[in-house]
């Protein structure tokens, strides 16, 4: 990364304030920067404290020069219409995220009053990011949602982003009745019966599991994320218990299909890091056997905006030298969405 000239340290004091210069080496443009020291006074103003309120300007720029990503600084981060609380330990959600979730709840038939809420279930669910989005898009009094993780801090914020979500009326008061918030491991053998769905009665199965390779954290992953966001978030921890033949950072996928085996969802969507890790799991969904073949011909691999179309031209994607797959979307490989008939 080029060094910054120290003219624009100049203009930065000049131009907008004193603390401007301190964002810069992490902000790297003049209007970036004026837009972070904007957020940061707003959030300060709006917060009570008995510390001067330049002080803790100050303090914040310097958290944010370290390199500490502005949610965590600012303690939320926008999802959708909603406003969802950040703390560190627990991932903050990322607008791929959001986009995959809006265009499969795009493809979900509107359930009438009469007919029964629809069952979802969110495995690694972070801040609870994917069940509140989903509640709100799907409206809370049709659907009944749980989301699962294996962090107690993840879990305790997500409750409190419910609580948050509905007092901001971003969520309607009966979302606290449809949505709830388990703390488990995925891989614990007594986890999926404790859950109690019957095979075939869960409607959609949604994950964003860890997926990173440990040598993709340490090479490519940026260093706020290194430096700041929880590793059990990224990398997948090798369970005692795994026996899966896959690449370490496939597990998740892997261990996600047996419980798809198990329930038998309608529609399981996994976010996925690119398109060669949606290749191995489209293979992972297609060779499986035992209830998988239910799926096998019904999966589409999504970039980061599935809905923006390619003016006619499907992509496809060949797995396996035989099996073709459409490719959605503009962006990156981001999901892997497949559905039974
Ligand atoms: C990539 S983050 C996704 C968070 C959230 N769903 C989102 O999209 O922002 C993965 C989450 O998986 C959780 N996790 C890691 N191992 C787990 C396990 N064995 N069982 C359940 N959750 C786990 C982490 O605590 C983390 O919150």
């Not at 965590?72 to 607008?95: D, K, N, S």
């Not at 995925?186 to 040598?215: M, R």
Request: charged share 20%.
């Amino acid at each position: 990364m080029p060094r910054l000239p120290p003219s624009l340290f100049w203009k930065a004091r000049q131009q907008i304030s004193p603390f401007a210069p301190i964002l810069l080496p992490v902000c790297r443009t003049l209007d970036s920067a004026a837009n972070e020291l904007r957020w940061i006074k707003q959030h300060v103003n709006s917060t009570s404290s008995l510390v001067p309120r330049k002080l803790r300007i100050w303090q914040a720029c310097l958290k944010r020069e370290r390199g500490m990503p502005l949610q965590y600084i600012l303690g939320t981060q926008p999802f959708g219409p909603l406003e969802i609380l950040c703390r560190p330990g627990v991932l903050i959600p990322r607008l791929e995220t959001e986009s995959i979730i809006y265009h499969l709840s795009s493809l979900i038939p509107r359930p009438s009053p009469q007919a029964p809420p629809l069952k979802i279930l969110d495995l690694c669910t972070g801040t609870g990011c994917i069940p509140l989005l989903l509640s709100s898009l799907l409206f809370p009094a049709r659907t009944q949602i749980t989301g699962v993780d294996i962090s107690p801090s993840a879990i305790s914020l997500s409750r409190q982003n419910l609580t948050h979500t509905i007092s901001l009326r971003h969520l309607s008061p009966s979302a606290s009745k449809s949505i709830n918030f388990t703390q488990a491991d995925i891989f614990d053998l007594k986890f999926l019966p404790s859950l109690g769905y019957k095979p075939s009665e869960l409607d959609i199965l949604v994950s964003n599991p860890p997926y990173i390779s440990h040598h993709g954290f340490n090479t490519t992953t940026e260093r706020s994320v290194r430096l700041y966001e929880p590793r059990l978030a990224l990398v997948p921890q090798i369970h005692p218990t795994s026996h899966y033949n896959c690449e370490p950072e496939d597990i998740f996928y892997a261990h996600l299909l047996e419980i798809v085996r198990t329930l038998q969802p309608k529609r399981v969507l996994f976010e996925v890091g690119d398109l060669d890790q949606a290749a191995r799991v489209v293979a992972m969904v297609v060779r499986g056997k035992g209830f998988l073949e239910r799926y096998a011909r019904n999966v589409e691999v999504w970039r980061d905006e599935p809905g923006v179309g390619l003016e006619g031209k499907a992509e496809k994607m060949w797995v396996g030298g035989n099996v073709e797959v459409e490719v959605k979307g503009q962006g990156r490989g981001r999901g892997v969405y497949f559905w039974r008939e």
